[in-house]
């Protein structure tokens, strides 16, 4: 069984059920509680979280692993509850800002996506080294300035 959703990022969308994701406490800031991960390719570094529910929403994100080798995720108590997965099975995401310029690229280490089992939650990391705007080319960065 499919649901196929008209974006408006990218046309026709045939979703399988089992792809879907449940935010039973939905997304800081966004409305809607039900996503799909659509990737525009098979080895690209980003993905987008598209809304079922609202065809003009999509968010980009990224796994932090292939730009942040050392990222960890520190969970307080209160926050790990509702993640009854192994965390072996947790896949974790961060949503992007994505600019005009390699240097205006950010990622939000601070509010991950962990989805498994069909739910996802975006929680708060306790990490100290997790900052709501890493970028993700420091290169261009440091180059722009």
């Known amino acids: 069984m499919s649901i196929t959703i008209d974006s408006s990022r990218f046309g026709t969308l045939e979703i399988a059920s089992e792809d879907v994701i449940e935010f039973p406490t939905g997304l ?12 525009p390719s098979e080895d690209g570094a980003f993905c987008w979280l598209h809304s ?5 929403l999509a968010l980009p994100v990224a796994n932090p692993w292939h730009f942040f080798s050392d990222y960890a995720v520190d969970l307080s108590d209160e926050a790990a509850k509702p993640i009854t997965a192994d965390p072996a099975d947790v896949a974790v995401w961060v949503t992007v800002r994505a600019g005009a310029e390699l240097s205006d690229f950010y990622a939000n280490l601070r509010a991950p996506i962990l989805v498994a089992e069909g739910k996802g939650h975006q929680i708060i990391n306790e990490a100290a080294d997790a900052p709501v705007r890493a970028p993700l080319f420091p290169a261009a960065v440091a180059a722009a300035a």
């Not at 409305?31 to 991960?37: M, N, P, V």
């Not at 079922?52 to 003009?56: C, S, T």
Request: no cysteine; hydrophobic share 45%; net charge negative.
């Open 28 to 39: 800081i800031g966004l409305g809607g509680t039900s996503y799909a991960l659509v990737a």
């Open 52 to 56: 079922l529910e609202d065809a003009d």
